[in-house]
């Protein structure tokens, strides 16, 4: 059976390997059914086609519609808000019930991680127990585990699959990083952990700036610039304009600098990732907060104590986005949302108006593709999908500005 990397997947050791032999040559002798539509996803993929392939891969389904292997790859584009999630879950459900061995276990794991992200923790929870039956000793799907049932309300079962790892694997414990979860297990004594005293001191960092963004927004009376990456900035001179509003928030890699007369030079509000990977840490000016994205970074971040840990040591004023911005974006993009939508979202949020044109700057979703990102002095060109839906970015953007601009 053709490969349809890159969404590869592959079922290990000698029962899996024999049942992808015989599923391969079933497949030859009923005549290769859906193959030119794999080959066509294969080369659409290469040549950064992102949509069209998509397209290619759900065509090859319909024409081989009970391949499980298929059904996760299809799936798979959920994630990147190539396929819609009420698409995604139909497929994923099938191969969990139907499929053996890891083709079964993946589709669960996704399906509970889709669903956790996407509608929270209680839609999750359906799926849990069909996940931690009794054979499953990975401590790292355990400890996941663990935490989502913690967020459900399901303390006891939480407590029950922190203590399956510590018979199991006790080693797993001391680095486990979900902060709400070591927080809770540690409060009540269930386990004794090391971290417990880190993840406190992570806690007791962020409750010193909750709200801090609503409230520095409400003090200056809405009076505020959300500046986001984009070329539409280049060459218009805006950046007086944008440093004239009384509170000025930037994205990630923004390009302020002194004196810049495009961009401007002021950040009050800084919006970046967890880590530093691809957002490094900037020495100066420092910002009067950091708003760090990330879905429900407490209680879904396996490493949540690690990443967290630098900007309490480094007393930095962070505010995490709240998981209201995430649930409402998700439910509107079906995708994962860009940083500056997020922004401009919660920023909305807290002024209680739609924001003026006047008042945005740098938005340039009309110009970015699944493949091509347009930012200021730049682009970007990916070799794999971007998690962002742009076109549904561009509706929803155009839905939060008091009047329909140029984005």
Do not use: C
Not at 8 to 36: C, D, F, S, Y
Not at 270 to 284: K, L
Not at 335 to 344: H, K, V
Not at 381 to 394: V, Y
């Amino acid at each position: 059976m053709l490969s349809t990397f890159p969404h590869m997947h592959r079922e290990l050791g000698l029962e899996g390997g024999l049942r992808k032999i015989g599923q391969t040559v079933r497949w030859w002798m009923e005549g290769a059914p859906g193959r030119l539509s794999r080959k066509r996803y294969v080369r659409l993929y290469e040549q950064g086609r992102f949509e069209e392939a998509a397209q290619a891969l759900r065509q090859a389904l319909e024409a081989t519609p009970d391949d499980m292997q298929l059904m996760l790859q299809v799936a798979g584009l959920s994630r990147f808000g190539l396929l819609p999630l009420e698409e995604a879950l139909p497929l994923l459900r099938r191969v969990a019930t139907e499929a053996r061995g890891a083709s079964a276990r993946q589709a669960l794991i996704r399906m509970i991680n889709l669903l956790w992200e996407r509608k929270g923790a209680d839609a999750a929870m359906e799926w849990l127990p069909f996940l931690v039956r009794a054979d499953e000793t990975t401590a790292r799907v355990l400890l996941r585990a663990a935490a989502l049932a913690h967020e459900a309300g399901e303390t006891a079962e939480a407590f029950d699959l922190v203590a399956r790892v510590g018979r199991n694997d006790p080693s797993a414990l001391p680095s486990m990083g979900y902060v709400d979860l070591i927080l809770a297990v540690a409060d009540d004594g269930a386990a004794d952990l090391p971290q417990a005293g880190r993840a406190r001191a992570v806690a007791a960092h962020l409750s010193r700036f909750e709200g801090s963004f609503t409230r520095m927004i409400a003090g200056t009376a809405g009076h505020v610039a959300v500046v986001a990456n984009g070329p539409s900035l280049e060459g218009q001179g805006l950046g007086r304009a944008i440093d004239s509003h009384r509170l000025v928030i930037r994205f990630n890699n923004h390009a302020a600098t002194p004196g810049s007369a495009d961009q401007g030079e002021r950040t009050n509000i800084w919006f970046r990732p967890t880590e530093f990977t691809h957002v490094p840490m900037r020495a100066t000016p420092a910002p009067e907060l950091m708003a760090l994205t990330g879905s429900n970074v407490r209680n879904r971040y396996s490493n949540g104590l690690q990443v967290l840990e630098p900007y309490v040591q480094a007393e930095l004023p962070v505010e995490l986005v709240p998981k209201e911005v995430y649930t409402r974006l998700f439910a509107a993009l079906d995708a994962s949302p860009s940083a500056g939508l997020i922004g401009l979202d919660w920023a909305q949020q807290a002024v209680g108006r739609k924001l003026s044109p006047a008042q945005v700057f740098g938005y340039s979703l009309g110009r970015n593709t699944s493949a091509v990102s347009h930012y200021y002095g730049k682009r970007h060109t990916s070799s794999r999908p971007s998690r962002h839906n742009w076109q549904a970015e561009h509706r929803l953007f155009q839905s939060l500005i008091s009047e329909v601009i140029s984005a």
